[in-house]
């Protein structure tokens, strides 16, 4: 079993920043890859970005690519989204995945994860 818990929401004013952070505990952290997935009011959760066990390997999304930076620091077992130059359409509530299948180095795909924490909100005003 992983619990992962998501901190570092708020609200926050177009074109300014903020650092999501979620902790794991259960299970060795360097053994999982981890994704952050968002979701919209009214909308379906859609990917943002994923890391490989190691991080070496990042995958955005088209929308966030060049703004939000994800990164992880497994001593602290801990997986960041650094969001910058935030924009109103980045509202939302933003959630970490972690996955363990051992064909997969990085995902989009949310079938994929294994585990997920309860979700943080973003909301950026304009």
Do not use: H
Request: charged share 15%.
């Amino acid at each position: 079993q992983v619990q992962l818990v998501e901190s570092g929401g708020g609200l926050v004013q177009a074109g300014g920043s903020l650092r999501l952070s979620c902790a794991g505990s259960g299970r060795t952290f360097s053994t999982y890859y981890m994704g952050w997935f968002r979701q919209a009011p009214g909308k379906e959760r859609e990917f943002v970005a994923t890391i490989s066990r190691g991080g070496s390997n990042t995958v955005y999304a088209d929308s966030v690519r060049g703004r939000f930076t994800i990164s992880r620091d497994n001593a602290k077992n801990t997986v960041y989204l650094q969001m910058n130059s935030l924009k109103p359409e980045d509202t939302a509530v933003y959630y970490c995945a972690a996955g363990f299948n051992t064909m997969v180095v990085v995902t989009t795909t949310p079938d994929k994860y294994d585990y997920w924490g309860q979700g943080t909100q973003v909301t950026v005003s304009s």
